[in-house]
């Protein structure tokens, strides 16, 4: 099983970047996926999450109406596409999967990806 997210970066208050996470190594469709992040000295926080079923999306109040997230099924790909970035939303972002929201919504996935950095300076 692999997760492999790409996409972070160096980048300046207001700008957009886009999160892939592709997946391979297990049915994807089978999966709800979610994106994490954890800042330095926090814990990991949940960011949004999409539903394996209907896409139905869900997503955390610091990044509700700025992030979204959504899949491609036929490319075994989730996205996270972020706009008006701001400083606080520098994190490490990870991608995860489990076959029960449940185990996304309390932060224990069966699958994590291995993260990758985002930086926003003001």
């Known amino acids: 099983v692999q997760l492999q997210a790409s996409g972070g970066g160096s980048v300046q208050s207001g700008d957009s970047l886009r999160l892939s996470c592709a997946a391979s190594g297990f049915t994807f469709s089978d999966y709800h996926m979610g994106w994490f992040r954890q800042a330095p000295g926090l814990d990991r926080a949940f960011v949004a999450l999409?539903?394996?079923?209907?896409?139905?999306?869900y997503s955390g109040d610091s990044v509700k109406g700025r992030f979204t997230i959504s899949r491609d099924n036929l490319k075994n790909t989730v996205y996270l596409d972020m706009n008006n970035l701001n400083p606080e939303d520098t994190a490490v972002y990870y991608c995860?999967?489990?076959?029960?929201?449940?185990?996304?919504?309390?932060?224990?996935?069966?699958?994590w990806g291995q993260g990758t950095q985002v930086t926003v300076s003001s």
């Open positions: 995860a999967s489990a076959r029960q929201d449940f185990n996304l919504w309390s932060g224990q996935p069966e699958f």
């Open positions: 999409i539903s394996r079923s209907d896409g139905t999306k």
